[in-house]
């Protein structure tokens, strides 16, 4: 459904709204325009809060007023661009991409080029419009600091067959990730709900009895002296899952200092991403059925980052 025209707009914080997000409170309000098009007109001093310009992430206050000046509508969709992908599975229902570390998946808020998408764009043409036209094929995702195996759907039809997969918790998804700390025990289960941090926006949080279900098995593979290193399956996709679980137990990522991890690692040069890597995953083929298995080896920055851990 297309958006509609824009016009310039005055609106008031309520005692409801203190403490939301500016982008999500107009969303609510003017749910008609995507929250993309929201974040473009607050980068481009299009809203005003209380006649000063404020950050998509500015937290709001009751009776603050809110206006809205927006831009003539120009189309939000991702265009195709050149950039290197390595496919480790393809078949005529999807592909199976290697995906980088730094790499975002599809364009989102200060990001509009440069993303997985662009790339599958261009190098497939077109892909599933089951996830609208900035995220076309775009099953599911991984963090831009996570590397690995990541699924992307040709068809619709294959898309929503993936997504019901996901849904019904079918697909099984085991990473690879290096954490601090020696962590107690071989093996173990979190099962805790993950929930928007109250307080910091940008994080996720596994502290409140409130939030949205979610469980982690890990075993040990390695032990490197003060650093620990573990197999992950998750059987829910919460934001941020692993990395919230994790630093849950006291012990955070390598690099993701978000949640916790320390900037620096004595003796050894920034790792610049988090330790985190989608190493395989298992699902059904949407047309056959036939059980798929794609591997993504570790990283090969994270390999040799790690060789420099060992006691």
Known sequence: MPEPA?????????????????????????PEFSRSRLQEWIRDGRVQ???QNRRASYLLRARESIDVLPAELTPLHAAPEDIPLVVLYEDDDLVAIDKPAGMVVHAGAGVHSGTLVNGLLHRFGALSGVGGDLRPGIVHRLDRFTSGVLLVAKRDSAHRQLAAQFAGRQVEKVYLA????EIKGESGRIERPIARDPVRRTRMTARLESGRAAWSEW??????????????????????????????????VAGDTLYGAPAKVEGKPPLGRHFLHAHRIRFRQPTTGEILVIVSPLARELEEWMADTEP
Request: charged share 25%; net charge positive; hydrophobic share 35%.
């Open 178 to 181: 290096l954490v601090h700390g």
């Open 49 to 51: 809060v209380d006649g």
């Open 6 to 30: 824009p016009q310039a707009c005055r609106l008031t914080a309520e005692p409801k709204d203190t403490g939301k997000r500016l982008d999500h409170m107009l969303h609510e309000r003017l």
């Open 219 to 252: 075993k040990v593979l390695r032990r490197l002296g003060k650093m620990t290193f573990l197999e992950v399956r998750i059987g829910t996709g919460r934001t941020h899952q692993i990395r919230v679980h994790l630093s849950s137990i006291g012990h955070p």
